[in-house]
């Protein structure tokens, strides 16, 4: 059966990694099997400059009726402050697609372990993920007030919200090490009260997990003092913001990073609606057109999307181990201290894939 992908290439290097992962995509399917339809949609500082919006109504309908959803990059300099932003796309779909769960990966490359800011004894085997909450929070709730000399913001969660976003943290768990570090700042948020008795309330039903908690300020700490301790990290949408933009330096490039954004599954009971995959860098302008992007993190959104969304583990399995051949071999982007072209380094990937029986 053949799946429709919708891609939004954004803005900025947006473009030129979208293509290099669809290259991408295409040959790992050649040797798969793998049968899909690409719908490419306008996204972004891309859509506001056609229609006025980051979000148009076309995008979305696609995106709701996709089966799967790759995203680029968005934001541009000129929309820095404007009323309508990028950005605003970005945090609406998430709401309309129903994307609570936030996974970013964090590995540590042996090849590249000298670009980390830690000692290499420190990120030698770092693999954990973090699983941030996506849809609540501080970052949705009302009331929300801005006058010259008052602000508000309101941090709203719901039993049920911490309690999807913990089963799917413990459930992961399981797949790995078995451990599940949840963090929060129960010593002072009644937010953080509620989340911490939710998370041990859904513990009981995970007898074979090892659950531990962190205060979001000692997490901070230990994500640099001693990162090969966690496992699957599970928290809140503001604290998960923080603390994932902080993991990812941890590699010694953003353009190393993927992620995926899950609800609730397609074809599930409720219906359900497409995952998201993305890069976590942003849209680079300052070498957008320059052909010296790193396209690595938007492959590797792509093989996380044949993996967790269609269960295609071989494909997901063939690029990773491509990317991984290429990044031992040195052929590696300005960012990585290399001076490989975007069109090289996807080059490199596509050809180790199809040297594959």
């Given at each position: 059966?053949t799946?429709?992908?919708?891609t939004l290439?954004g803005?900025?290097?947006?473009?030129?990694?979208?293509?290099a992962?669809l290259?991408?995509?295409e040959?790992v399917?050649?040797?798969t099997?793998?049968d899909?339809?690409?719908?490419?949609?306008?996204?972004?500082?891309a859509?506001i400059?056609?229609?006025?919006?980051?979000?148009?109504?076309?995008?979305?309908?696609?995106?709701?009726?996709?089966d799967?959803?790759l995203?680029?990059a968005?934001?541009?300099?000129?929309?820095?402050n404007?009323k309508i932003?990028?950005?605003q796309?970005?945090?609406?779909?998430r709401?309309?697609?129903?994307?609570?769960?936030?996974?970013?990966?964090?590995?540590?490359?042996?090849?590249?372990?000298?670009?980390?800011p830690?000692?290499?004894?420190?990120?030698?085997?770092?693999?954990?993920?973090?699983?941030?909450?996506l849809?609540?929070g501080i970052y949705?709730?009302?009331?929300?007030?801005l006058e010259?000399e008052?602000?508000?913001?309101?941090?709203?969660?719901?039993?049920?919200?911490?309690?999807r976003?913990?089963?799917?943290?413990?459930?992961?768990?399981?797949?790995r090490?078995?451990?599940?570090?949840?963090?929060?700042k129960?010593?002072v948020?009644?937010?953080s009260?509620?989340?911490?008795?939710?998370?041990?309330d859904?513990?009981?039903?995970y007898p074979?997990?090892?659950?531990?908690?962190?205060?979001?300020?000692?997490?901070?700490?230990?994500?640099?003092?001693?990162?090969?301790?966690?496992d699957?990290?599970?928290?809140?949408?503001?604290f998960?913001?923080?603390l994932?933009?902080?993991?990812?330096?941890?590699?010694?490039?953003?353009?190393?990073?993927?992620?995926a954004?899950h609800?609730?599954?397609?074809?599930?009971?409720?219906?359900?609606?497409?995952?998201l995959y993305?890069?976590?860098?942003?849209?680079?302008?300052?070498?957008?057109?320059?052909?010296?992007?790193?396209?690595?993190a938007?492959?590797l959104?792509?093989a996380?999307?044949?993996?967790?969304?269609?269960?295609?583990?071989?494909?997901?399995?063939?690029?990773?181990?491509?990317?991984?051949?290429?990044?031992?071999?040195?052929?590696?982007?300005?960012?990585l201290g290399?001076?490989?072209?975007?069109e090289?380094v996807t080059g490199?990937?596509?050809?180790?894939?199809?040297?594959?029986?």
């Open positions: 059966m799946k429709k992908i919708v290439a803005d900025g290097i947006g473009p030129e990694i979208m293509d992962g290259k991408v995509l040959a399917a050649k040797k099997g793998f899909y339809e690409i719908d490419a949609q306008p996204f972004g500082g859509a400059d056609v229609f006025g919006e980051p979000l148009p109504a076309k995008t979305l309908n696609a995106a709701k009726n996709a799967a959803v995203l680029a968005i934001g541009a300099p000129k929309y820095e404007a932003r990028p950005e796309g970005l945090l609406a779909i709401k309309e697609l129903g994307l609570f769960a936030n996974i970013r990966p964090i590995r540590v490359h042996p090849a590249l372990s000298h670009l980390s830690l000692k290499v004894d420190k990120v030698k085997g770092i693999d954990f993920v973090i699983v941030r909450e849809t609540g949705f709730g009302e009331p929300r007030v010259a008052h602000a508000v913001d309101t941090n709203v969660y719901s039993a049920d919200e911490i309690r976003i913990a089963t799917y943290a413990f459930e992961l768990a399981r797949t090490r078995r451990k599940v570090t949840s963090v929060d129960q010593n948020l009644a937010t009260k509620l989340w911490r008795n939710v998370v041990e859904v513990h009981k039903n074979d997990v090892t659950l531990e908690h962190q205060l979001v300020d000692s997490c901070a700490m230990i994500l640099i003092t001693d990162p090969k301790r966690f699957v990290i599970v928290t809140e949408n503001l998960g913001d923080i994932s933009d902080e993991a990812s330096v941890l590699p010694g490039s953003l353009g190393l990073m993927p992620s954004s609800g609730a599954r397609k074809g599930s009971a409720g219906g359900g609606n497409p995952s993305e890069p976590i860098h942003g849209s680079a302008p300052d070498i957008a057109g320059k052909g010296i992007a790193n396209p690595l938007m492959i959104s792509v996380m999307m044949l993996g967790q969304s269609f269960g295609d583990l071989t494909a997901q399995k063939l690029i990773e181990s491509a990317t991984d051949s290429v990044l031992t071999s040195g052929i590696l982007t300005p960012d290399g001076n490989a072209s975007t090289e490199a990937v596509v050809q180790w894939l199809m040297s594959k029986e």
